[in-house]
């Protein structure tokens, strides 16, 4: 049983620049969650979607913003990228509620200069 | 606000030795609290503790949640040079809709050959 699939590994970008990652959850989970982890603060949770919808967001700025295709694969998208969100995006897939816990994938390396 | 504290942030053990990490939390509606093991990216699922079942055990690795006085601890008996990770706690609340991770510092464990 394949796990949870993130692409790019690495990414490089200049401030300004807008990024796009991507993640394709475990067959048949249908939520995805996005983290955002720095040495600073931790692992913070970005946002969820559920059957295509948005259904909880954290505490980020608008430039965060993201999507869920039919299928569950989600991408998230940074634009007008700062220093300060060079961190590791991760994603965790769950079935429909959480109750069988999440799986985690090895997340985007983002650095921006 | 959710809030996760684990204690202590960092440990540095012998191989052999047994050590209890700690992790306490205020959460709204709570359903469950998880530990993960994160060593390099992807946290990797180690418990969920839920309301039905406040004690698990796998190997070594052993855990418990006192839903009365709002805290959790993990365990790991007979170390092994293997089990140096991070180690993070998290809670799951339910919002809304939705559900949502949140996450403490974690605990940074070394164990010395």
């Known amino acids: 049983k394949a796990g949870v699939t993130q692409t790019p590994r690495y990414l490089i970008k200049t401030r300004g620049q807008q990024v796009t990652l991507s993640c394709s959850p475990i067959?048949?989970?249908?939520?995805v969650s996005w983290y955002q982890q720095t040495p600073g603060q931790g692992l913070q949770f970005l946002f969820e979607?559920?059957?295509?919808?948005?259904?909880n967001k954290g505490n980020f700025p608008g430039r965060f913003s993201g999507r869920q295709f039919s299928n569950s694969r989600s991408e998230m998208n940074v634009s007008t990228l700062e220093l300060g969100d060079s961190a590791l995006y991760l994603c965790?897939?769950?079935?429909?509620?959480?109750?069988?816990?999440?799986?985690f994938g090895s997340g985007t390396r983002l650095t921006v200069v | 606000e959710d809030k996760v504290v684990q204690s202590p942030l960092s440990l540095v053990v012998h191989e052999g030795d047994t050590v209890t990490l700690n992790c306490s939390y205020e959460?709204?509606?709570?359903?469950?609290l998880l530990w993960y093991k994160q060593e390099k990216k992807a946290p990797t699922f180690l418990f969920m503790l839920?309301?039905?079942?406040i004690e698990k055990k796998s190997g070594r690795l052993s855990s418990i949640l006192d839903k009365k006085e709002l805290f959790s601890i993990l365990n790991i008996t007979a170390t092994q040079t293997g089990d140096s990770a991070v180690y993070l706690c998290a809670v799951r609340g339910l919002k809304t809709s939705g559900s949502r991770l949140t996450f403490g510092e974690g605990t940074q464990l070394t164990v010395n050959p």
């Open positions: 965790a897939s769950s079935l429909a509620d959480g109750n069988y816990g999440y799986t």
């Open positions: 979607y559920f059957s295509e919808t948005q259904r």
């Open positions: 959460v709204t509606n709570f359903r469950s």
């Open positions: 067959s048949g989970h249908r939520s």
């Open positions: 839920t309301s039905s079942g």
